[in-house]
């Protein structure tokens, strides 16, 4: 395992662990049995439980503080991944990366606690990524239906704008520092208020698909727009649209904005078309097999 900034490297049998040294006499001692028993501990909730992903939020104790933090393990389901993990980093490890390029880029994400990975003879069985949760924090649809929307008059405008200026400002600062994240919905930005209660503070979550590119081209940066499209986009207006457009492209939306619009919306339809095949070619088979 790499060793990061800010980190300590320890291994414990077959675990290779990378703690924040502060908690590393905290947590090392709970981890060397098996991570998988943070699933067990008393009121702990499992948010996702997938055949690649298990994610889990959980109160423990942390230098006499309660704490609460989540856990996301990573499943090695295939044969084929667990060969090429030798010569890949594994989802936990991906994410500490995912964190170090956010914390040179300015952009704020959960605080990060330990990756951790077990391997047998070089090959990865499962890693584990810990983070700690970010207090009154929503995620972005969340935010702007429970949050933003109720609010009236003047002072709601106001904020509503200020919202998308800054979620707009926020994938500008990504794409100009050619920093790239491959699922960038709704779900993966997590909001809550800043300290004055006025604005907003934006945090990225879903770190291991994070990295940074010499140059970051079009194409990803469409994606990014789409993947904000099909997913906030749903409950905002053309307005909105137009003003998060604005705060992204900043000087060139004057002469760019149509081409632009126009790219969003061609991807969002063909990947909205590819879906409904998929979702008719599942209901004939389920037919067919009932038939049968």
Known sequence: MDRYPNFVSVDCGRLSVQVVPALANHLIPNLV??????????????????????????????????????????????????????????????????????????????RCLAAIEARSWGMLQRSFFLSEEIPGGKTADAYWQEELIPMKGTEGMRRRRRFLRELGALFNSLH??????????????????DSSGRGELFYLLDLEGIRRYRKLNRRRRIKNLVQLHRTLGQYLRRPDKLRFLASYLGPLFSSEARAWVRRVLRQSNKLERLRQVKISSVAITGNAAHES
């Not at 889990?56 to 856990?71: H, L, P, S």
């Not at 100009?176 to 208020?193: E, F, G, S, T, W």
Request: proline share 3%.
């Open 33 to 110: 049995a098996d991570p998988d028993d943070f699933f067990g501990l008393p009121g702990c909730q499992v948010i996702k439980d997938q055949r690649k992903i298990k994610v889990a939020r959980v109160r423990i104790e942390i230098q006499g503080e309660a704490k609460t933090i989540y856990i996301k393990r990573y499943n090695m389901c295939s044969w084929r991944y667990r060969l090429v993990s030798w010569f890949q980093s594994s989802g936990a490890v991906r994410s500490l990366k995912g964190a170090a390029v956010l914390a040179e880029s300015g952009i704020w994400t959960a």
């Open 176 to 193: 100009q520092q050619n920093v790239y994240h491959n699922d960038l919905k709704d779900a993966n930005i997590l909001v809550r208020p």
